[in-house]
């Protein structure tokens, strides 16, 4: 027998006691997909509402056909609180959204994005609409025309542009009294990734 | 690529367990480093390329988790070793003596030996989990062996 069967025949004794599944049945994963955004300029903007009528006017059957929701809601953009329109389809196992609404330069602004939650046995279904709102309500790290790099969350702003260290930067915000550990990694000229953990500051992006 | 947790927990529950006590060399400290490995990768949404990208993602938080308890304060590390080993179902006086001989190895060693013999890692990939130089494997593989060599004698061939 070599030494190495040997030790794969010792080592294969070992086994582990613990209901690892029972651990950790209750927990369940949400995955979103990247926010979009879609700046639509001042002047075709009005083209966009007389679409968006005629969109309403068929929006009955839409939600029928794909299982449609669309709520005023608000929204946090830029630290103030926003109202906007939120449109949810879903397919069953996944959710599409468009957020619109209009920004303090009075442009009409639109995200799109989506996603999936997984239950603990793999098995795939769409995101609720309060698991959407939730995540439209996120930190946003925004890359400002002026370049300026913001740092968003609720009521809270946060110039970013002077704390990067090798292109990343670190920052701890309150968020309902409870510590949020946010790290900004910078990615190309422009772009920015940011990870969240209410313990501990997350690895940077690579 | 993602597989169900419950699928992955079947399917690397042992490996991953003997890799942490590989580290360890306690039995509840390894549970809860491989625990933790199982919620880390059930609340990521992390996209694996392959299953053994999987595989080689779960030992490299396995390690490093236990690796962090084996270091903390709050280690509970309550089963004497010599106990746990009395406790396990070898089947050989030869395979004790093995396991016995591995634990007596610093972690260093110890962590290279298993993911060389048991998970069939070849250096440059050992390296890589661990985060170390190629190099440094090599020698700790090296000196690993030598150590083997000169406590099981003859059951221990180094081939």
Redesign the interface.
């Known amino acids: 027998m070599?030494?190495?069967e040997?030790?794969?025949?010792?080592?294969?004794?070992?086994?582990?006691?613990?209901d690892?599944?029972e651990?950790?049945t209750n927990?369940e994963?949400i995955?979103?997909k990247e926010r979009k955004h879609v700046s639509i300029p001042k002047l075709i903007a009005a083209c966009v509402a007389v679409v968006a009528i005629l969109a309403a006017m068929t929006a009955g059957a839409y939600a029928a056909d794909l299982g449609g929701i669309q709520r005023k809601i608000q929204i946090w953009t830029k630290g103030e609180l926003t109202d906007a329109e939120l449109n949810i389809t879903t397919d069953g196992s996944s959710s599409e959204y468009t957020l619109s609404y209009t920004d303090e330069n009075g442009e009409t602004r639109k995200s799109e994005g989506g996603g999936i939650a997984?239950d603990?046995?793999?098995?795939e279904r769409a995101l609720t609409e309060d698991e959407i709102i939730e995540h439209l309500n996120e930190p946003q790290v925004v890359p400002e025309d002026d370049g300026r790099i913001m740092l968003y969350c609720r009521d809270q702003k946060m110039d970013l542009t002077d704390k990067f260290e090798d292109g990343v930067c670190y920052v701890k915000l309150t968020v309902d009294g409870k510590p949020l550990y946010i790290t900004v990694t910078k990615e190309g000229d422009h772009g920015c990734s940011m990870s969240t953990s209410p313990r501990s500051y997350p690895k940077p992006a690579k | 690529m993602r597989l169900p947790t419950e699928t992955v927990i079947e399917k690397y529950k042992q490996n991953l367990y003997a890799a942490a006590f590989s580290v360890c060399r306690s039995p509840e400290d390894s549970e809860d480093a491989v625990q933790d490995a199982f919620i880390k990768y059930h609340t990521s949404v992390k996209e694996f390329e392959t299953e053994e990208h999987l595989r080689a993602w779960l030992i490299r938080i396995t390690v490093n988790r236990a690796k962090d308890i084996a270091s903390s304060y709050r280690r509970r590390n309550s089963v004497p070793l010599e106990e746990y080993t009395a406790s396990v179902p070898f089947e050989t006086r030869e395979e004790s003596e093995l396991f016995t001989a591995v634990m007596s190895l610093g972690e260093k060693y110890r962590t290279v030996i298993h993911l060389f013999y048991y998970e069939d890692y070849k250096i440059e990939e050992i390296a890589e989990i661990l985060g170390k130089s190629p190099g440094a494997v090599k020698s700790r593989l090296s000196r690993a062996r030598q150590q083997l060599k000169e406590m099981l004698k003859e059951e221990w061939n180094n081939d």
Not at chain 1, 120 to 123: H, I, L
């Open positions: 070599t030494d190495r040997k030790y794969k025949k010792t080592f294969s004794a070992l086994e582990p006691e613990r690892y599944l651990k950790i927990a994963v995955k979103m997984y603990f046995f793999g098995r």
